[in-house]
């Protein structure tokens, strides 16, 4: 696959502290959606960092995860 077809995601796998960053394949648009480039992103830190954490709050995530 060409390099531009894969994108960076910043992932939780499972119900647990800590995240990690993976490569996966761009999806595709449909009809009717549109695909934007995004070259950057900022993390905040509050929620982020809660979420990253695995703070009690965030129990209820966890039948969404893989």
Known sequence: M?????MA???K???AEGMRLA???VP???KGEVR???RS??????VEASFYRWEESYHRY????P
């Open 13 to 15: 796998r499972e119900a």
């Open 62 to 65: 966890e039948p969404h995860l």
């Open 9 to 11: 995601v910043l992932e």
């Open 41 to 46: 992103v900022g993390i905040d830190g509050g």
């Open 28 to 30: 595709t648009s449909g």
């Open 2 to 6: 060409p390099a531009e077809s894969r």
């Open 23 to 25: 490569e996966r394949p």
């Open 36 to 38: 934007i480039a995004v």
